[in-house]
């Protein structure tokens, strides 16, 4: 990906700022779009702008006029039973998670399209959508929608550009950490999956660079769980 134009929105924290560091590391010119500039600023190789991915249109004025990679990164985790969920918190969820993937990919499809390689576009949609659990109602929502949009754009968009997703279970991130806030609380999360392990930020993101790459030229529309065994296996012991 040596000299490649590639945005990551929400790449300040988590998966996103590991994903960055792998692509500054490999050579690519990387622009890091959030609210926050956070860790990203202290990257080399790596430009922030800011852009709240809630409130309208990426602005473009500090990009390149030819990119060929988009990763989205934002996320919620808004755990709650259904009849504490009010309707904002679904909106919200939906805002966030797909609208504002929508708005990047609408705001960077004409660069994307001038790429004489091709783009990708990477995104990330969550275990809870294939495999369903209690209190993931919002999020999974929105991420399932995430996973349609995958689809369709990945077929309106090809044979230019790639579209495809990432869909972890629980991972090691600020987002997380809640959930993750004492040892029996990971304890119990790691013996919930099949590799008795919660995913780490590195993983995610050395999968999100291999979308990304051209060694990946061959995938497009897809869903990749990256998951620790939760959505396909079951260990019977």
């Given at each position: 990906?040596?000299?490649?134009?590639?945005?990551?929105?929400?790449?300040?924290?988590?998966?996103?700022?590991?994903?960055?560091?792998?692509l500054t590391e490999s050579g690519a010119r990387v622009f890091v779009g959030s609210r926050t500039a956070m860790e990203a600023e202290k990257l080399p190789g790596a430009e922030?702008?800011?852009?709240?991915?809630?409130?309208?249109?990426?602005?473009?004025?500090?990009?390149?006029?030819?990119?060929?990679?988009?990763?989205?990164?934002?996320?919620?985790?808004?755990?709650?039973?259904?009849?504490?969920?009010?309707?904002?918190?679904?909106?919200?969820?939906?805002?966030?998670?797909?609208?504002?993937?929508?708005?990047?990919?609408?705001?960077?499809?004409?660069?994307?399209?001038?790429?004489?390689?091709?783009?990708?576009?990477?995104?990330?949609?969550?275990?809870?959508?294939?495999?369903?659990?209690?209190?993931?109602?919002?999020?999974?929502?929105?991420?399932?929608?995430?996973?349609?949009?995958?689809?369709?754009?990945?077929?309106?968009?090809?044979?230019?550009?790639?579209?495809?997703?990432?869909?972890?279970?629980?991972?090691?991130?600020?987002?997380?950490?809640?959930?993750?806030?004492?040892?029996?609380?990971?304890?119990?999360?790691?013996?919930?999956?099949?590799?008795?392990?919660?995913?780490?930020?590195?993983q995610m993101a050395h999968t999100a660079a291999y979308l990304l790459d051209e060694r990946s030229g061959w995938i497009t529309g897809q869903i990749l769980h990256v998951d620790?065994?939760?959505?396909?296996?079951?260990?019977?012991?």
């Amino acid at each position: 990906m040596k000299d490649q134009n590639i945005v990551v929105i929400g790449g300040t924290s988590g998966i996103g700022l590991a994903l960055c560091r792998m692509l500054t590391e490999s050579g690519a010119r990387v622009f890091v779009g959030s609210r926050t500039a956070m860790e990203a600023e202290k990257l080399p190789g790596a430009e922030y702008f800011p852009w709240d991915a809630g409130q309208g249109d990426m602005p473009l004025d500090t990009l390149p006029e030819t990119v060929q990679g988009l990763v989205y990164c934002p996320g919620t985790i808004r755990l709650r039973p259904i009849s504490r969920l009010t309707d904002n918190d679904f909106l919200e969820d939906f805002n966030i998670n797909v609208m504002g993937a929508v708005r990047a990919v609408r705001s960077l499809l004409t660069r994307m399209k001038k790429s004489s390689s091709g783009g990708s576009v990477v995104l990330f949609s969550t275990v809870a959508v294939q495999t369903g659990m209690p209190f993931h109602a919002s999020v999974a929502s929105a991420k399932g929608a995430i996973e349609g949009l995958t689809r369709a754009l990945s077929a309106e968009l090809a044979p230019r550009i790639r579209v495809n997703a990432i869909a972890p279970s629980l991972t090691d991130t600020p987002l997380a950490a809640q959930l993750l806030s004492s040892e029996d609380k990971r304890k119990a999360a790691e013996e919930r999956h099949p590799m008795k392990q919660v995913g780490s930020a590195e993983q995610m993101a050395h999968t999100a660079a291999y979308l990304l790459d051209e060694r990946s030229g061959w995938i497009t529309g897809q869903i990749l769980h990256v998951d620790g065994g939760m959505s396909a296996v079951r260990t019977f012991r």
